[in-house]
């Protein structure tokens, strides 16, 4: 105990104080100092963007959906990786509070099991017969599909199938990239709210005046 009133009178004669040792005015008015700089890009807020898609799972569905389709043990098909991962390359993005919102993606996207994937946009049959490639056009990477077994071979009624799941996996796909993009703005946004500037601060070792302006 006497070591930590030692350490709070140092920083009390040195006229700096850290976030927990401030009023609580102080620490509202500390708060808005550091969002403040963030805007500006201070305090690391320059990294926030890169950090925000820095994420193995960032592609990858709920826990819920994938429980929906495959059932709650469908992590062990997966071995403790993401259906969709991850490689962090080409990855651009505009949040939704701007009018021209985009997230392009596609050379960051790596499916890791095909059957899965194709079974999570919802294909019932010819998976196996059908090719994908994502693509970076408008709003979101869109993803396009192509049957590559002869559709003679088919009957009408079949291909007909197959087209309608194919469409309804592109919508399902735009939809899944719409969320990411939520999801990629809350992360981002997380970190100016309160906690975040909190846990900032703490990690940052800020030390500010008596009334909450950062030192240094």
């Known amino acids: 105990m006497g ?10 004669q040195n006229g700096s104080f850290r976030f927990e040792q401030l009023s609580e005015e102080a620490k509202v008015k500390a708060i808005e100092n550091i969002r403040e700089g963030m805007y500006e890009g201070k305090y690391g807020a320059y990294d926030i963007a890169e950090w ?31 259906m969709i991962g991850n490689k962090r390359e080409e ?8 009018r021209n919102y985009y997230l392009h993606c596609a050379g960051a996207l790596d ?5 899965m994937f194709f079974s999570w946009l919802g294909f ?7 090719s994908y490639e994502f693509l970076n056009k408008g709003t979101y990477t869109t993803i396009e599909f192509e049957f590559l ?13 197959w087209e309608k799941e194919a469409d309804d996996a592109t919508h399902r796909w735009e939809t899944h990239m ?39």
């Open 3 to 12: 070591k930590n009133v030692s350490s709070f009178n140092l920083f009390e």
């Open 91 to 98: 990855i651009s993005y505009v949040a939704k509070d701007d």
């Open 149 to 161: 077994s002869d559709a003679e071979d088919f009957t009408p009624r079949q291909m007909e199938l």
């Open 124 to 130: 019932s049959l010819f998976w196996y017969d059908t």
């Open 178 to 216: 719409s969320q990411v993009l939520d999801r990629i703005t809350e992360s981002i946004e997380s970190e100016y709210e309160d906690a975040g500037i909190e846990q900032r601060i703490d990690m940052l070792d800020i030390l500010f005046d008596p009334k909450g302006n950062p030192l240094g």
């Open 111 to 115: 499916v890791n099991h095909e059957e």
């Open 52 to 82: 925000a898609v820095d994420d193995d799972y960032l592609f990858e569905p709920t826990h819920k959906e994938l429980e929906e389709v495959f059932g709650s043990k469908y992590n062990s098909d997966l071995k403790d990786h993401p």
